[in-house]
């Protein structure tokens, strides 16, 4: 069957294939759907939902895992869930928690992350649409997978899981970098390429090939900090985007006071 097939048995989609281009549309649609539909969701019941995602998330990873082994693909790339969108994975055990902090910092990362990056792969699912056939389940996971990171970005700010400040950012910061410094070290030891910190190789950015070739290490270094420079960015458009409602109200409560003046005269 195509779904389980190996790699090089089918003809793989493609990146920005019609194929890849319908399936990301359709994603996009269904998470603006459910956002939707969900946006009178409370951060109680966001909490509970949480969880839930949690569970199948880490079931699909699991089988995932075991495909790879059942098939051979031992190599630390393949199967260790320790690229930067995997993180997902582990912000959903974070957030499941009763611990407020560890919570806090779950949350941060779906903020921080979740939407920019789960966009960012469904636009350009360079891993698995370059190796697999559409209905393969590694695409279909993937696109589960990241278009799950957008929706659950979107509904940390409509249930106002976390107040988006400068300390989230701080929280987005303490979550992630323990995990840049152990996929550090398993590159170094097994070399892989987890979160693309050992090369550029996969990245269609062609000025990471020029940093690569210069430096090793400040290519590792340049890529850590392109990652947690994203909770600065996020926070930046999020104020952004604030200020101008702020505007857009204040100018509608002066046209509205303006046509009452009217009327009185």
Known sequence: MSMFSLPGTYPAVGLFSIQHII??????????????????????????????YAAVITC???????????????????????????L?????????????????????????AGIICGLVFIISPSTSFNTYPIF?????YSMIFHSMMVYCGF??????????????????????????????IINEIEKSNLMFFRSPNGIPLQFLFSIYNYSHAMYTIVMAIAHLSLGIIVLLLYRLVNYVHEKHQQTDLLLEDEDNRKKEV
């Not at 407020?100 to 941060?108: C, Q």
């Not at 393969?136 to 279909?140: A, P, R, Y």
């Not at 700010?157 to 840049?180: A, G, Q």
């Open 136 to 140: 393969h389940f590694q695409c279909l």
């Open 60 to 86: 699909l990873e699991a089988f995932k895992i075991a495909w790879c082994w059942a098939n051979g693909q031992f190599e630390v790339n393949n199967w260790v869930p320790l690229y930067f969108c995997s």
């Open 88 to 112: 997902f994975l582990f912000s959903l055990w974070f957030a499941s928690t009763n611990i407020k902090w560890l919570k806090k910092l779950g949350y941060s990362y779906m903020a921080m």
């Open 155 to 184: 509904m940390v700010f409509v249930t106002k899981s976390i107040k988006l400040e400068m300390k989230s950012v701080y929280k987005y910061w303490l979550f992630c970098i323990p995990f840049i410094i152990l996929a550090t």
């Open 23 to 52: 399936f990301a549309i359709i994603c996009i649609v269904l998470i603006g759907i459910f956002v939707f539909l969900n946006r009178k969701m409370t951060s109680e019941q966001f909490d509970r939902r949480v969880k839930y």
